[in-house]
């Protein structure tokens, strides 16, 4: 029934399309990693990086390279606002994570409601083209599109995995989200890790949406879903494991568009809250792999909440 | 005079759904953004009860409330199970994952929605009568979840948002609690769903999406968490506000986000200026004197 | 003659460090025993792990005969086994009386139905509970503060009130963490008393501490705990001359 082609054809572009799916869930797991929190104003930033390569193109009339300059600026200017004007003050207050929770989810609604104000409930996209030209290679159609997608992703990864890997501030990044207390005490400043965490992630969802917004339709609400989707791979890759929720958000991305082949499409979108569903109920603590990596353990069972959160537990 | 029964109605449904949610994110301390897919469950399920299967309307009601419980269970126990932290994101996807299925099913009427829903009282005792109905229930509802909150139930639910586990180690049973507090409060949302479809006849996936939810958590938040009267006054309020909006004769498309930025922006204000809202906590377990403990009821 | 607790080979490692080493431990009615070690010993894992807190990764725990492996932790306080945290954890927006009500035995207040329906059944619970706590209050010379909000006492009142609100749970089994750590004075004789009146009730008392002195003040016996596993069990003066043991104390 499915020929090879038809196969590798919707693998390919699976694989293509999940660059931005990676994109917001390596952001997701990189602000919950260093700062504990699941930042689910990530979803106001992705709507405001979207409408500003938006307006760039189509409202200015501006090269697609300079609305791209424009976006990455406007969408850290609101990242550091969020870290600086929201959470800092939430933190100085010591509110409780449900508080912040609560405070980020809004966030991200009033921005959606800001942007159905302003550009309208129909969808919209970066360019008024979707359509990019296409080169077969063997049977398989390649767009245009698909090798600066998978480009530019793979940089973007490698780029943040370098930083932290090699450099003294992404070292000092780790070192805050292994233990932040052992971190103050070696001096490291936890105010601009965490700013930096922030800035790194609305930088990686900047890209993210400039791609998205170049291939698919984009709604006000558009990102509340796609951040869902980071959320999911999220957990599936393990709180904590940013390696993780790369291959998670690869491997989802390719089930979803690879369902096609098995289910109608007007139940693909569904089955994003599938995954949800069960990336909380079966793995809560992502999928254990057979060889143990417990580098980030002690911050995964923190944030799931069991019991050794607390500090009498290994008396 | 159909005009203001309207209002009536749609004001006492929103205290119920504002109270009984303060319930489950007040008292419970368990914070989930579905609370309007309950509403919905309880509508949808009475609606297509009585007219496509020939249910009686009161039976299809407590149906709707039954229903909506369980789908609560089903939120609730896989996810608790886990940890509280998880609630917010699955209520997230259940919220929108089962609005996305009633759009897709046919028997719901799909995204169009779901119309000629049979009327209750209103034929045989008239709109007061549906008026009256709808105020006693929203009275009963606001009375119970103020009784509960003063009694032995609420001391436990206070001891359980302070210290879960100091909680189970005097031998209480935390999990069950919390499934118990958001299936009351979600079959109190589905069964005024419910009442909702039967006096508006009429109901569509739309009116229950994210906006009702930043809606109903607005009017917990700005009213008062935690007390009797905030959510009272919180939909009160709230529900003035959009009914004041519309007096503006604004075209749909803008009138909606204006709400929706309303709503959002008011517990962003309320949120850093003034925390504990409109009405300040009674907190019920710390004033209480010996003396007039001794003289309450209950 | 079996204990009321009986502890069976019991293992737990977290992550490649192990806190509990092949633990077997019996706890006699009517005795305080007293659970010794440096800090990192396993002592309060070892509350976590028969209190259901945290499974074991094998081994098994029975209470009055009963195995309570399989039971959660809210059930085995049911079953007649309470505990205190080494850092108290009251419910700080209770008042102490309302703290030590919710930890009543088959507390009515839990079921919802039962709050909104037997209302004299209720009632009648109230009333014995509420002269239990007054009684356990008295005994710790605590009458006065009962209406207080325990985040404004001192904190050696809190311990008591720590442990005064497990004893409200009529426990078989009682297993005190640290609950002499930072408690001075009145509140110090009003602590050796109750545990000894637990005692003398019938309750298996065990008892970790830091610190020599109170568990010679307090225990019929001593057991020694050392990476997760018991090295020595014995009268406390014993305990204390083991120049070995004395060696893993002090050397560590």
Known sequence: ?315 | MEYVYGIIIIVGLYVVLATSFNLIIGYGGLVSIAHPVFFALGAYTSAVLSRDFGVPVLLAMFAGMVVAVVASVALTLPTLRVSGDYLLIASIGFQLGLLEVIKNLRFTGGPGGFTNIPPFLIRDFGRESYVILVLAVTIAVVLLVRLIARSDYGRAMSAMRDDEQAFASVGRDAMWMKIVIFGLGSGIAGFAGALYAHYYRFITPEQFEILQSAAILTMVVVGGVRTTWGPVVGALLLQALPQALTFLHLPPSVLGPIQGLLFTGLVLVFMFVRPQGLVPAENVWRDRTPRSRTGEGG | MTGVLEVKNLNKSFDGIVVARGINLSLTAGKVLGLIGPNGAGKTSFFNLISGVVKPDSGAVTLAGVSIDRLKSHERVRHGLSRTWQHIRLFPSLTVLDNLLVGTHDYPGESLLSVLLAHARLKQHDKIARERAADVLGRMGLSQVADALVSDLPYGQQKLIGVARALMGDARCLLLDEPMAGVEGQSYAAMQRVVRDAADCGVAVCVVEHNVGFIQDLCDEGVFMFSGAIMARGSVAELIRDPQLTELYFGH
Request: charged residues 10%.
């Open chain 1, 1 to 315: 029934m499915f020929d090879a082609t038809i196969v590798l054809q919707i693998l390919w572009t699976s694989l293509a399309t999940a660059t931005y799916y990676v994109l917001f869930a390596t952001a997701f797991a990189l602000v919950l990693k260093v700062t504990r929190l699941f930042n689910f104003a990530q979803a106001a930033i992705m709507t405001i990086a979207f409408y500003t390569a938006f307006v760039g193109v189509q409202w200015l009339k501006w090269p697609g390279w300079a609305a791209f300059v424009l976006m990455m600026v406007v969408t850290l200017a609101a990242s550091y606002a969020l870290e600086r004007i929201g959470f800092e003050a939430l933190r100085r207050r010591g509110v409780s994570v449900m508080f912040v929770f609560v405070f980020t989810f809004i966030v991200s609604e009033f921005i959606a409601y800001l942007a159905m104000l302003i550009f309208g409930t129909w969808p919209q996209t970066v360019f008024p083209m979707i359509f990019w030209p296409v080169t077969l290679v063997g049977n398989i159609a390649i767009s245009a599109w698909d090798l600066p997608a998978i480009g530019s992703t793979v940089a973007a990864i490698a780029a943040l995995f370098a930083f932290m890997r090699f450099t003294r501030l992404g070292q000092f990044m780790v070192g805050v989200a292994d233990n932040p207390d052992l971190a103050e005490l070696y001096g490291i400043n936890r105010r601009l890790v965490f700013l930096l965490a922030m800035l790194i992630a609305g930088a990686l969802v900047a890209l993210g949406m400039f791609l998205y917004g170049t291939r698919a339709q984009v709604l006000p609400q558009t990102a509340l879903s796609l951040m869902l989707f980071a959320v999911a791979a999220t957990i599936i890759g393990g709180i904590g494991n940013l390696g993780g929720a790369v291959a998670a958000a690869v491997i989802l991305g390719v089930i979803q568009n690879a369902s096609i082949l098995v289910i109608p499409s007007e139940w693909q979108g569904f089955l994003l809250y599938v995954f949800l569903f069960l990336a909380i109920v079966f793995f809560p603590n992502g999928l254990r792999l057979p060889r143990r990596r417990e580098r980030f353990g002690s911050a995964t069972r923190k944030i799931a909440g069991e019991e050794a959160s607390t500090p009498e537990s290994r008396g």
